[in-house]
């Protein structure tokens, strides 16, 4: 592993928090990734490259099974790449919108405590700040096994912005909540962390043209980038269409 960034191959998926001494001064960097699952033949997708920059707003788009969540999980080291490289040299959330990191047995407490410590974090200010956003009150007590996917979300996008990243991954956030909570969200992610990078993969193509700069949609194994996110848009339009 490089030093002072974080890399994730088919032979090392881990990726750790990193300090502000060991970030590099670039982003992201993703270098002919593929990932074909277990028990098929076919790839999801091959031969992806792409770079994201720190700021940058960067939007995954593609119709349904062409492996957007798949990807987003691949860059927030929660999915292993088949072949390639992903090289971040900024700090990246967790997948928002995604609760499978979560101990399911422990409560959002215990949860919160254990992500405290991982970030070397003062646990009363890492509560508050993520129970005045998440508004899960009491819920906190409960296992979060037992919480909704929409109560998972929400502590999964409280803790990423009260500890703050680089980067954010995002999937389809959105559909999070009602909709005074859903303007709660792209307030906080993209007005008020506006010198922050993210990376989107939606449907949205309202949110893409409002808040991303460049594009990449993914069809049929392959993926293509667009700088200019109106063509991007008409095209996927276009195909969803189709």
Wanted: aromatic share 10%.
């Amino acid at each position: 592993m490089d030093s002072g960034t974080a890399v994730t191959d088919a032979a090392d998926v881990t990726q750790l928090p990193m300090s502000a001494a060991d970030r590099g001064s670039g982003g992201l960097r993703v270098e002919n990734l593929s990932k074909t699952y277990h028990g098929t033949n076919k790839a999801l997708f091959t031969d992806m490259n792409f770079e994201v920059e720190r700021g940058g707003r960067f939007a995954i788009l593609g119709r349904n099974g062409q492996g957007k969540s798949t990807l987003i999980k691949m860059l927030g080291g929660i999915l292993g790449p088949t072949t390639g490289r992903i090289k971040w040299e900024m700090t990246q959330s967790w997948p928002i919108g995604f609760g499978g990191g979560f101990q399911g047995s422990m409560s959002g407490l215990d949860n919160i405590r254990f992500l405290a410590r991982l970030y070397d974090k003062d646990f009363d200010d890492l509560l508050e700040r993520v129970d005045s956003f998440a508004e899960l009150g009491s819920s906190l007590k409960l296992p979060v096994k037992i919480y909704s996917s929409g109560m998972r979300a929400r502590l999964a996008f409280g803790l990423s912005l009260a500890i703050e990243f680089d980067c954010y991954l995002i999937d389809e956030l959105v559909a999070v909540g009602d909709a005074r909570f859903q303007r709660k969200c792209t307030e906080e992610i993209f007005e008020k962390r506006g010198e922050r990078a993210f990376i989107m993969a939606t449907h949205s193509t309202d949110m893409v043209l409002a808040f991303c700069d460049r594009a990449m949609i993914i069809e049929s194994g392959t993926a293509k980038i667009f700088d200019d996110v109106a063509e991007a848009v008409d095209i996927y339009t276009w195909l969803r269409a189709a």
